[in-house]
Every structure is written in C-alpha cells, then in structure tokens.
C-alpha cells in the first residue's frame, strides 16, 4: 500500500465518522466543528485527486466563511437544540426503513453497474498537461460553462432577495445616529428650558 | 462554436427578463419607499415584450451555450404559456398585493427571476442546466408563498414548500448522478446515446429518482402532499401563479427529457407515468369532494389535472405529445380565469375563500356567476367547452396506442370529479344569496373576459392552437 492510498482511507474514514458525528453529537457546537472536521478532510481527498483548487476553495469558503457563519448561527441564537431533538427518535424505524430499501437499491446498482460503452471513454476530462488546474478550470469557466456560470450568479442573487425580503425588518422607532443631521445643528435648534423642581417637562 | 450574437438572439426572452429584474431591482431599491410604484408595471411590460420575441423569426431548432440549452419551437410554444401564466399573475397581483399592504417592489423581481427560471428549465439540454433552471424557479417561489411573512398560514407555506422542495431537489440530484455515472455524460442526446441497447438498472433507478423529483414540482401523486397547504396558505395572486407558469415548466421538461434522453427505456418510464397518472386522476377526483376551501379544491383539482394531461405522455408518440401540449394551454387559460374570478369577488374587505361565501351568487352578481360556472363545466370536461377538447386531445392518443383500460379509468375519474365542479355551480346558482360583493379592477375584468372567450369558444376556432402544439411536438421528435 502506498502512501496516497494510506491517506485516501485516512481522509475518508475521517470524514466519515466526523459526517455521522455532526448529526449525533449532543452539543450543537460540537455538531458545527464536526461539520468543519469533514470539509477539512473533503479537501485532503480533493488534494489527492490533483484538484488542488477546488481544495483550497473547499477550505477557504466552507470552512473558513460558511461553517464559521453556522457556528456564530449556532451561539448567537438561543434554541434549544436538546428540546428540538426530543422526539427524534420516534421516528427512527420508519427512517431505518426507508434507509434500508435505499440501501438495498444502492447495493443492487453497483451490484450490477455497467457504464455505457461509449461512455468509458468520453467520461472525465483531463487537466490539459501544460497548465495548473486553475488555469484549466478558469479556460472553461468563463467561455464553455458561460452559461452555468451567470445561471448560478442568478440562483445565488435569488437567494439573497428572498433572504433579505422575509427577514429584514424597519423599525420606525429605532433612532439611528443621522451624522449629516448631527453636524447642521447649531444653536438656534437648542431649546433651554427651566424645568420646576417635582413637575417634570 | 456558435457566434455570440447567434446564441444572444436565441436566449433572448431570458435575457430580457433576468436583466429587467436586475434594473427593476436597482430601481426599487435606490427609491426605497413605500409600495411598489411602478415596478409591477414595468414587470408586466417585460413580460409582455419577452412574450413578443418568442414570435422573432429565428429557424427551427438552435443548440446554444455549449449544448446546454435549446431554442425549438416546443421550447417556445411552452415558453410562450409559461410567460403568459406569469403576467396575468402578476396583473391580477397588484389589486390584492395593495390591499393586504404586502405590495413590495421585490414582489414582481422574484417573480420575474422565477420566470427566467422556468424559461432556462424549458430549454433545458443536459442536466446541469435543468437543475440549475429549476433551482432558480424554485428559490424565487418559496419566497413568494411566504411574501406574507407575517400571516402564520403564508409562513407555513413557504416553509413547507421549501423544506419538500428541498427534499425533491436532492432526490433529483441523487438521479441524475446515477444517470451519469453510467452514461458519461450529462447531455439529453448523449445519455440517450449511451442507454441506446443496452439498459443498465443504475439508469432505471436513476430515471425514478429523476421523475420524482420532477413531479413533485408538476405536484402529481405521490409527490402531491404540498399543493393543498402551498396553495390554501399563500397569497391568492400567488396561489394562481403556481398553478399555472411552474407547472407548464415543470411539464415541459418531463416531455423534454423522456423524449430526448429515455426513448431507450420506453416501458420504465411508461410504467411510471402510469402509476402517477392514474394515482393523480383518482386523487384529484376523491380528495377534492370533501372540500370548503377554494384554493384547496383548485389544488386537488390541478393535481387531478396533470393526471389528465399526462395521460397523453405515456404513448409516447407525436400526437400525444401534442395532447399534453392542446391540454396545457387550455387547462392554463381556465386555471387563471377561475383564479382571477376570486380575486374579482370580496365580501366587504375580505377575499372569497370557501364555497359557502359563493351562495347565491346569480342573483347578486349574474355574469360572474355564467363566468365561474361556465369555467366550472369546464374543468369538468364537458363539452362544448375547452376543458372537453383538452380530455379528447389527450385520452384519443392514449387510445390508439392501445391503452384503453387507462383512457377508461381516465374518463371515469373524470365523471367523479364532475361531482364537485358541479356543486359549486348548484351553489351559486340554487342556494339563498349571502352578502352582496365588492366591484373589481378593470384589469382584472379584462382576464376575466379573455379567458371566458378561450373557454367558450375554443371549440369554433380552435385552429390556432392545434397548430402551434402540432408544430411544437414535431420539433421534439
């Protein structure tokens, strides 16, 4: 056994057990690290595949922004996460059930899975020899994948809209500071009154 | 590699719509006041000239964008009643928007991100740009079914549509990449290539999951359970346009991609039509006799609905095709005009929800009551309506191909359903008037007209119609 190989059953045994322990762990902080865990080790298998950047940008956007996003998520709010669970378990068999069949179908398809003749020799495309991945992600990108690309611009400002339009709120009796407001006052605005001693304004 | 400007040309109408939302978004968020102005207005325009270029004489059939997308005429003729679901949505939204004070300029750009959707799923010729096409759709209606975020039943709605929403995505993701793990690739054609002889049980467990998730978004049965609480919850403006735009995309691709990508497994994909078909007719039938609400009733009634209309899919031929395509465009004109007859009716400041609220409504209001029951009789199927033509379009095909037992079952079902259509008639036109109703909005009236012509009179020049879907199916093949 080489070394990749070494590693490939590390990365994997590791994001596995890591993936289960993120729903089973008790302390939903917990949960958010084991989360962390798992993309660390997505990145390592990335790493041997030769995809250094899709690795890097594993690392750098879920770790780095999205699972720190979920683990502010997670200690801001104030759910409690315990209650949220009670009663998970009732309904563990009809899960295990259908868990099961899905399994048994998953075991039946690679059982007996064949590709297609014609696709053994279209499928994966190969970094071209002379450049870096990211140089080879990047010619397609923008020119063979132009269309995905703006597509998922679009889901992803979607998104955003739809965050902003169910959750952000006005307050009309929130003072914010106005600076402009703040900077034209001179004294003429001041008003000094004498306020009577025991009658208030 | 086609010129650029030659790729621009055939995407035009999703051009036109994602960057109008983009410049009505700016626009509403630079004035940042109350209400939507007229962004609504804007929109319904955009619509309306993204509508026109579909009619641009461009040639028959373009694959642009690298394979990925598809300009033919069946693209177009759906299209075309896609982006026709969409504007009288949003014309028969303004009225209810303003008055249940949710009229926010965000409305009509979701609404038109949401149609740029469901022109990119249409279009649609591989994988990825279905997924992606149908996720852009999707996004934009979870939104719109909570845009009253501060009514309890809208929030519910939302929430549940987007939890089984997610839930279908993943189920379709899970297909498709079974898909491709055998055929290699994720291009229509190619798969269609690769499965060519040679049926491997990772593609029929692949093409199940693939239809499941795409008939949770048609909402047929088992992927029905939904389209009830969505459609009582949201707003009815929104309600009407989830029965009519994403379902004719939601259709559209199904006929796509099993016509392009599954001609290879023929019997799978029959037997699954079937069960859903046949599953949707009976629901659609027995579940909405026992309902009071109208939205819900109008729910069980478009899942009965695309039972009907997928029952000319599953020969499998041209001319079934062209049923499901006739019964779209009817089944969208008689959707919108029963829709647009509940916006038009309020009980002092309430809308019109359930079937009591209708009774009597031939003495107060007679052209109203002619209108709802005439929609009514045909969306039971009887003729001379359009609802009637819609059925025989569908279940003729059917026939031919040697599916009498389902043609049978069909028009059997169809007579259960006629149960409950008929009872609201009864209601309106026997029972003691309750409260006189408010006046409508021209614009609303307008739809109301429109749609009684289609109904009424499809029968005497229906040649339009049969045209186009005729012309539309062919391309497909």
Known sequence: MNAAAAFFYLFSTVMIGSAFMVIAARNPVHSVLFLILAFVNASGLFMLLGAEFLAMILVIVYVGAVAVLFLFVVMMLDVDFAELKQGFLQYLPVGALIGAAVLIELVLVVGAWTMAPAAIGGAGSPTPPDVSNTLAIGRVLYTKYVYFFQAAGLVLLTAMIGAIVLTLRHKPDVKRQVIADQNARDKSDVQLKKVPSRAGV | ?477
């Open chain 2, 1 to 477: 590699m086609t010129p650029i400007s030659f790729a621009l040309a055939h995407t035009l109408p999703e051009l036109i719509l994602a960057g109008g939302a983009l410049v009505l978004l700016m626009l509403g968020a630079f004035r940042a006041g109350k209400g939507d102005w007229i962004i609504s207005e804007l929109a319904i325009g955009l619509l309306g000239i993204a509508l026109l270029t579909l009619f641009f004489p461009l040639e028959g059939k373009a694959l642009i964008w690298d394979g990925a997308f598809i300009d033919d005429t069946f693209g177009r003729f759906m299209k075309g009643l896609a982006l026709m679901g969409a504007l009288v949505s949003l014309l028969l939204s303004r009225e209810y928007m303003a008055r249940e004070k949710i009229d926010q300029f965000e409305f009509p750009v979701l609404i038109l991100l949401a149609t740029t959707g469901m022109l990119m799923l249409i279009s649609a010729q591989n994988l990825i740009g279905l997924y992606l096409g149908l996720e852009l759709m999707s996004l934009a209606l979870y939104v719109v079914a909570a845009f009253h975020r501060d009514n309890v039943r809208a929030s519910e709605a939302g929430l549940k549509y987007f939890v089984l929403g997610a839930l279908s995505s993943g189920m379709l993701l899970y297909g498709s990449s079974l898909i491709y793990g055998f055929a290699g690739t994720v291009s229509f054609t190619g798969i269609a290539d690769a499965i060519h002889g040679n049926v491997s049980i990772g593609v029929v467990f692949g093409l199940v999951f693939l239809l499941a998730g795409l008939a949770f978004k048609m909402s047929m049965v088992p992927f029905h359970m939904w389209t009830p609480d969505v459609y009582e919850g949201a707003p009815t403006p929104v309600t009407a346009f989830f029965a009519s735009a994403p379902k004719m995309a939601a259709v559209a691709i199904t006929l796509r991609i099993i016509i392009t990508a599954f001609p290879g497994v023929t019997p799978q994909w029959q037997q699954i039509v079937v069960f859903m078909s046949l599953l949707s007719m009976a629901l659609g039938s027995f579940a909405a006799i026992g309902q009071t609400n109208l939205k819900r009733l109008m729910a069980y009634s478009s899942i009965g609905h695309m039972g009907f209309a997928m029952v000319g899919l599953v020969p499998g031929t041209e001319q079934g095709i062209r049923g499901v395509l006739i019964y779209m465009a009817i089944y969208l004109t008689m959707t919108l005009g029963a829709f647009a007859a509940l916006l038009s009716m309020r009980v002092g400041e309430r809308y019109v929800e359930t079937i009591p609220d209708l009774a009597g409504l031939s003495r107060t209001n007679g052209s109203m009551a002619f209108f709802l029951a005439m929609t009514m009789f045909s969306l039971a199927g009887i003729p001379p309506l359009a609802g009637f033509f819609a059925k025989l379009y569908v279940f003729q095909p059917a026939i031919d191909a040697g599916f009498y037992w389902l043609a049978t079952i069909g028009v059997l079902l169809s007579v259960v359903s006629t149960f409950y259509y008929l009872r609201i008639v009864k209601v309106i036109y026997f029972d003691a008037p309750a409260e006189a109703f408010s006046p409508v909005k021209r614009e609303v009236t307008g739809v109301l007209w429109v749609a009684s012509f289609g109904i009424l009179l499809f029968w005497v020049y229906p040649a339009p119609v049969l045209t186009a879907a005729t012309n539309a199916a062919k391309s497909l093949f």
